[in-house]
């Protein structure tokens, strides 16, 4: 089966090395979408995604811009490089900005309809602070129709709100990076489908072994365990 | 070597020092003991040492007769773990007491449900009981291990279990507890942090790492991630998974 790690970082603090990826290959993940953490610690996004777009040609990975709307002309320097990554990935709770701020939903209305994916991260490290909710994101992608929406960091004990608010939207999607709930992905699985559940690692920061064996040990069948681990992901990112 | 190869190597044998028998609809989460056993044996776990969901959220007898329910029908598949509610002081005690004669093998005691620090003479009285009768206390810690080392402190002879290896501040539970040999390191927890376990390793020794799970609230693949994916030897693993635990079945 083959697996592609929606969300591992890179930093300045902690490079990716071709050690790294052959490490996750060994493991098994075949292929890794690569954001810049970064912008989540106010380094300029220019910079950051400019150093992802070079690891990435450079490794073959997939890679993701880092955004953060609050910098100067964000919205400009969103529009002039999108076509170079995947997806954009946003820090909300580091950056410090509202998700359903006018500031932000400007950034949406100007992307909906490119076909780029937004990743929310709730948090980065366990000690972090969560503002973000799932009701916030579930409200944008209600508002925002044509932008596919998906929920990094979250944990289970957000799965109320995943139950109630996320449901019935087909365009939010979980990553599992942090899901740690008992038989988290079989929940995910019953209660959203299994075509909105991706899968990432978290790497370097976490083990990833961990969401592996949550994908590849979950009660579900062999196609749905290879909708999560590369199909859902292949799709959102618009890979081939 | 791939992640399931890695687990292969342990499956039927791991034993988990922590979970609990008790869904918990606060999260949605099923914990009924067939289900417990049905995730044991995905995961290859062989035994688990259990306390009841319901003695930390509703009521600590309840819980504990819903361990006692579970431990009955599948004997070779749990160990029970008495909880006490030290505000009930002498009753707790002496439900404690009656568990452990019916051959359950520890104590579980849990500061935050209770909003009591265990340094509190109401949770001393079940410290000195429980080291009078030479049983393992297992401790929720969250802290860094700050009341846990008070209480190594003061009872020496007391075998604590630190679980969750003191939560988000696990390098200072480490090395908190580090002087302290009576003291255990559990490591579940949401968090999995790289580097974590190996550095449990390296400041306590693989003997003091306990394997612990946390269900129904953590997958099984949370703490099994974390040590097959340590930078340990073979033989720390084997130590931490399947036979550290082994001391507290023969109390």
Redesign the interface.
Known sequence: MRVLDISVFHSLKRALTTHDLKYLK???VDYVALSSLDVAYSELQKKSNERTLKVAKEMKLVPLMAFNPKEKKANDYLKSSLKNFKAVRVYPGHNQFSLTGEEFKSTLASIEGEGVPVVVQFRV???DKVTVKVEEVCKLAREFRGINFIMSGV???D??DI?RFARKLDNVFVDIS?Y?????VE?LVKEIGSKRVVLGTA????????????V??A?ISEDEREEIAFNNATRLLSLT | ????S??EEFKGRIIDIHSHIGSDQ??????SEDYIVK?MN??GIKVAFVSGTHSLIADFRVGNRHVMRAVKKYPDRFVGLVSVNPYYKEEGLKEMRRYLRMGFKGVKTHPVYFNLPLTDELYLRVFEEAEKLRVPVMAHSYDGGVEVSKVADLYPNLTIVMYHMGG?KWKEGIERVKKYDNVYAEISS?????GMVEKAVEVLGYERVLFGVD????????????V???EISKEAKEAILCENALKFLRV
């Open positions: 060994s493991i098994g490290k366990w000690g944990n289970y004990s799965n109320l139950v942090y740690q709930g008992l038989s988290g929940f790497y370097p920061i976490l083990y990833p072994e961990s969401s592996l064996l949550k590849l040990c009660d | 070597m791939s992640v399931l890695l687990l606060r999260f949605l989460l099923e914990g995730v995905r995961y988000i949401s968090v999995t942090d790289r269900m129904p609230y953590l997958d099984p693949a949370v703490s099994l991630g974390k097959l994916g340590a």
